[in-house]
């Protein structure tokens, strides 16, 4: 019997490395057709970057983006008087930087091992010129993190420290995992200096109401680090959410 025939597609144009990519699925590659996966990549260059390692610098002139394939980046601002602050965490798959702008508004550091894939600014600036589904799903992303910092400003407004670190646990839980519904295990991403200065508490605080969490069996703790989360519902409770 004759084999059909076969007829090169769009797909066929997709690189290998994209195809496994979580980024290609979930993050802004998925919306770019195989054509513009192959220009893209042929651009982009894979990073890994320690933990504490600065992915871009307040003030510093912003020459590429990346999407995080892997890892938490740790977004802060710092005053004028050398005072930082905490504002924000990025998980894979999302979209690291802000396009059209030439200048980083705050400092991006790598809170754990973190894999990246860098492309240049001038070349994502040009698919979302020609690519209306790529700048829509920028535009996306932008509402999801208003929505989020919108959500933080309540927590840390309103919230008791008890409910502000379930809301911390409940955050990294869900964007770690996001199909996990009845439980997920993790590694801390930030220190406990970190945490209370991302919550507004002191370590000893954080310290205590991780100590309440466990003994109420919200959470596992081990090493100090390694969390697991037996029931998302019940961290989702403690969090003071609906």
């Not at 979302?128 to 840390?156: C, F, V």
């Amino acid at each position: 019997m004759d084999e059909k025939p076969h007829f090169a597609t769009d797909d066929d144009a997709i690189p290998q490395v994209c195809r496994a990519c979580e980024a290609r699925h979930g993050g802004i590659c998925s919306v770019l057709n195989g054509s513009q996966l192959a220009v893209l990549n042929k651009q982009s260059s894979k990073r890994t970057i320690d933990p504490g390692t600065e992915v871009v610098g307040q003030g510093e002139n912003v020459n590429s983006y990346s999407n995080i394939l892997r890892g938490v980046v740790k977004l802060s601002k710092m005053m004028a008087d050398g005072r930082q602050q905490i504002v924000g965490l990025q998980f894979a798959p999302d979209f690291l930087g802000r396009p059209f702008s030439r200048e980083s508004s705050l400092t991006a550091e790598a809170a754990t091992a973190t894999e990246i894939c860098a492309f240049p600014r001038a070349a994502i600036e040009r698919m979302i010129a020609d690519t209306p589904g790529l700048e829509h799903k920028l535009y996306d992303q932008s509402l999801k993190e208003l929505d989020e910092a919108r959500d933080w400003m309540l927590t840390l407004g309103r919230k008791t420290a008890r409910e502000k670190v379930a809301s911390f646990l409940h955050l990294i839980a869900t964007h770690i995992d996001p199909e996990a519904d009845d439980g997920c295990t993790f590694d801390l991403p930030l220190s406990r200096a970190d945490i209370a200065d991302f919550l507004g508490l002191t370590i000893e605080t954080v310290s205590r109401q991780m100590t309440k969490l466990r003994k109420e069996k919200v959470i596992v703790v081990e090493n100090n680090r390694h969390v697991t989360v037996p029931d998302i519902e019940r961290l989702n409770e403690a969090a003071g959410n609906d």
